[in-house]
């Protein structure tokens, strides 16, 4: 696609999409930390990814603000005007996801006891799938690239699978080992989470097809037809 | 989606000619009734030049020839029996710059029905003259002065009584050509009301270098580059996800 | 001085013998001797000429040191601070208002000797009787002086002269306004570029015929015609007619009339033809009801000068309209005009204070005036004109 003819209405454009692959990089960095952390046991990034929050909830700021200045002054059109609504919703999105992983890396924090080793196994796994997903979405959409998002649609499925395997074995243990009740209910909790960032993921590459094609919502439709 | 009601206006291959250069090539599209259409494209594009060929205002232009068929109310307008006389008191045209007479305000909006013999006595003249000014908005500051110069009023004013007279003689289509350009914002954001008024009734086929103005008013955006019709569609999907090309990078300010 | 050196006895008669010797001693100091003048006449030549000789060595040598001074200052003016541009601008300035002074100081200079003499005339006739008789008949004058027996006074009333100014003008503009306005209407409205172009320079053309030619043809060939034809038709066609007159002189209009509202009608906005076409309105009813309607401040200040024109025309009337002043109504007699007038009286070898030689003047400040008002109220109209498409 050829510039602008005003040239400063395509630098605002390229900063604002900078801005979201700069938040889209620190929001993965700190939930592959604080998972693997987890799994470890390791307490010490905890503090830091909780303090970094805060920055990551100003980057959203700034990028809302952006946003709104270019719909003022602009008036974009078209597919400059998606790019300008999309960058907004892919905000929101990360945002939430820097709180769920916030919220991890706190249960990490108070975590009194280690893995059992299938567990920690599963969550690695779980873990794993949803840091590439998150990664996997933000990237096409920094590159305004539709054809990844199948890939993801369907890894986000697994995730939700993962999600059910881990929820059931966490709750055998459960029954099994009643003295880590607290530690395990968190557990649950980060289980959650993790399938939560795989639909927030999920709602970045939707947001993608939109800004490329223009379609809506195009994983409603794939949802109903799946036996989820 | 461009799903027409009812057509109106029906251009088939319609190409026009200056001499020898070709203005506008082959052209076919439908306008809806009562609704309100936009025509958009840089300028020198056709766009004013297609307008014209719905009024056969291009008559008056000597070098002009016109091929293929306009059909107004399903009539073709370009037959040789056909007398353009009503056919332009059924297509009314207001125009970029306002241009009232240089007579009274009741004597420009009564122009036209004179003309056409629309009325035999005086009191009914007074009625026509009453709504028409009061369908262009412009009865209530007018009214205690009818007999005053129609050039006397301010930019906004003259292009409303420019509308008024046009209305006057009843139209079924009104032709705009850049009715804002010559008028500050307050001014337009009238005009733009009283067009989304009058489409209740009339249709409205305008062209217009702004495409906010586009965006705002109409309910189809037809693009026009260099005498071709490049899209034309609603006027949402036009301005959120057209499928030309050439109408994003002319929309989004990439070429212009 | 030379009068204080003439002899003290020589007999002087007057003012008018001191002018004579004067005279007489200022031609032969430049050469001119006639007959056998008296020997102190000649020393008092012979004086006069070494007085200007040294008048004139010393008016050389006063301009000679003025421009030199002058010359000094000028340079002495010439410094970096100098700003030459601007003593330029004021220099052109005082030049473009010296001669703009000098145009405004004729034309007053001329209506005042007019209104100086006009007043001598109203001093032996009153303005009444002037503005108010019907008769002309000023040729009394001279035979009531020279005592031949004829009765009757001068009459100098100027209605009938007045009177044939306006029929002859009311004849020409009957043929020169609807013909003029015709035919601009023609040439802006329906001609194309190409036979504009030739039509229009052709009207101009009529406007540069000479008045002389035209006079000429109304009295050769018009003025018979209208007589003969007059015949024909059982009438009786004076052979010196306001129509024949009135006739050419209208033709010579025409271009007035034409050129102008063409120019006036041309200049009504498209936009405006275009409003009217839109609603539906032909050409002719679009010209008769906008174009002509807008353009008619215009077309009345063209004919309004056309007007001017035609009171003002003398050629024509002196070759083709009678001399005879004719109080009437009927284009078909002979009738004369107030500057038809003027030169009949003017061209004699009449005294210049008579009364008739000064009504000359009278006629001459009254059409002033009457050309005066008229291109004022044309003025008027234009300015009027101008505001609407502000």
Redesign the interface.
């Known amino acids: 696609?050829?510039?602008?003819?005003?040239e400063t209405?395509d630098e605002d454009l390229r900063e604002l999409h900078l801005l979201i692959a700069h938040m889209g990089k620190d929001v993965s960095t700190a939930l592959e930390t604080t998972c693997n952390d987890l799994v470890k046991g390791d307490k010490g990034s905890a503090d830091d990814v909780i303090e970094h929050d805060k920055d990551i909830n100003a980057q959203e700021l700034n990028i809302n603000l952006k946003a709104q200045k270019l719909l003022a002054l602009r008036?974009?059109?078209?597919?400059?005007?998606?790019v300008v609504l999309t960058s907004i919703q892919v905000a929101g999105n990360l945002e939430r996801v820097g709180d769920l992983t916030k919220n991890i890396a706190k249960i990490n924090r108070k975590m009194g006891m280690s893995l059992p080793a299938n567990i920690a196994n599963l969550v690695k796994k779980m873990s794993g799938l949803a840091t590439e997903i998150l990664r996997v979405s933000i990237s096409a959409y920094s590159n305004k690239e539709e054809n990844q998002t199948q890939k993801i649609f369907d890894d986000d499925v697994t995730l939700d699978k993962q999600y059910k395997e881990l929820s059931k074995a966490i709750l055998r243990e459960i029954k099994r080992d009643e003295d880590h009740l607290e530690d395990l209910a968190h557990l649950l909790f980060v289980t959650r989470h993790l399938e939560r960032i795989g639909d927030h993921a999920k709602n970045i590459a939707e947001a993608t097809i939109y800004m490329c094609?223009?379609e809506m919502n195009r994983f409603d439709s794939l949802e109903d037809n799946q036996d989820v | 989606m461009l799903e027409l009601g009812e057509v109106i206006v029906n251009c088939a291959d319609v190409s026009v000619f200056y001499g020898d250069t070709r203005a506008i090539n082959n052209i076919s599209i439908d306008i809806e009734k009562q609704s309100i259409t936009a025509f958009i494209g840089p300028s020198g594009c056709g766009k004013s030049t297609f307008l014209r060929t719905i009024n056969r205002m291009n008559d008056t232009i000597d070098s002009c020839r016109i091929e293929g068929r306009v059909k107004v109310d399903g009539e073709d307008i370009y037959a040789p029996s056909v007398d353009v006389v009503p056919l332009r008191a059924k297509v009314g045209m207001v125009f970029q710059k306002p241009n009232p007479f240089p007579k009274s305000i009741y004597e420009n909006v009564a122009y036209g029905p004179k003309i056409h013999g629309l009325s035999n006595n005086k009191n009914h003249l007074d009625e026509i003259v009453e709504k028409a000014l009061t369908r262009a908005g412009l009865w209530a500051e007018v009214k205690d002065r009818l007999h005053d110069s129609g050039t006397g009023l301010s930019g906004g004013q003259q292009q409303r009584l420019c509308i008024a007279r046009t209305i006057a003689v009843e139209p079924q289509i009104i032709l705009m050509d850049e009715p804002c350009s010559a008028l500050d914002p307050i001014a337009t954001s009238k005009i733009e009301a009283l067009m989304s008024e009058l489409s209740a009734e009339y249709t409205i086929i305008i062209v217009t270098h702004s495409m906010q103005q586009a965006a705002r008013v109409s309910k189809r955006t037809a693009f026009f580059h260099l005498g071709d019709l490049i899209e034309y569609d609603s006027t949402d999907t036009i301005f959120t996800n057209p499928k030309e090309q050439k109408t994003e990078d002319y929309i989004t300010g990439r070429f212009g | 001085m030379l009068v204080g050196q003439f002899p003290s006895d020589l007999e002087i008669e007057g003012r008018q013998t001191v002018l004579i010797l004067l005279a007489q001693i200022k031609n032969i100091s430049n050469g001119i001797v006639v007959g056998q003048p008296d020997i102190w006449i000649l020393e008092s030549a012979e004086k006069l000429t070494s007085w200007q000789g040294i008048s004139n060595v010393i008016i050389s040598s006063l301009a000679a040191a003025i421009s030199f001074l002058g010359g000094l200052y000028g340079v002495s003016l010439i410094k970096p601070e100098f700003r030459a541009r601007n003593s330029v601008e004021v220099l052109l300035l005082a030049g473009l208002a010296v001669c703009s002074v000098i145009a405004i100081i004729t034309t007053i200079g001329i209506v005042f000797s007019v209104i100086f003499e006009s007043i001598r005339f109203f001093k032996l006739i009153p303005p009444l009787e002037f503005l108010s008789g019907t008769v002309w008949n000023p040729e009394f004058e001279g035979a009531a002086r020279a005592g031949s027996g004829q009765e009757g006074r001068a009459a100098y009333g100027s209605i009938p002269l007045f009177a044939g100014t306006f029929l002859i003008s009311i004849i020409a503009l009957s043929v020169s306004v609807p013909v003029g306005l015709l035919a601009a209407i023609y040439l802006s409205e329906y001609a194309t570029r190409r036979v504009r172009g030739t039509v229009k320079p052709l009207l101009e053309i009529l406007a540069g015929v000479p008045t002389v030619v035209y006079g000429f043809f109304a009295a050769l060939t018009i003025a018979p015609f209208f007589r003969e034809t007059g015949v024909l038709l059982g009438l009786d066609v004076a052979s010196e007619s306001a129509l024949a007159a009135g006739f050419v002189m209208g033709i010579m209009i025409i271009p007035f009339v034409s050129s102008l509202s063409d120019d006036v009608i041309n200049s009504v906005p498209q936009s405006l033809r275009d409003a009217a076409l839109g609603l539906g309105s032909t050409k002719s009813e679009t010209i008769k009801k906008v174009v002509l309607p807008a353009a008619l401040p215009g077309i009345v200040a063209s004919i309004i000068l056309a007007v001017s024109r035609a009171v003002g025309e003398t050629m024509i009337v002196v070759m083709a309209a009678g001399l005879a002043a004719n109080l009437t109504a009927n284009p078909l007699d002979a009738v004369t005009t107030v500057t038809a007038q003027i030169v009949t009286i003017l061209v004699g070898d009449q005294e210049f204070e008579s009364a008739k030689t000064l009504s000359a003047f009278a006629l001459a400040l009254t059409l002033i005036v009457i050309t005066l008002v008229l291109n004022f109220f044309a003025l008027q109209i234009v300015k009027k004109y101008r505001e609407q498409y502000e």
């Open positions: 696609m050829s510039n602008h003819i005003v209405y008036a974009p059109m078209a597919s400059d005007l998606r094609s223009g």
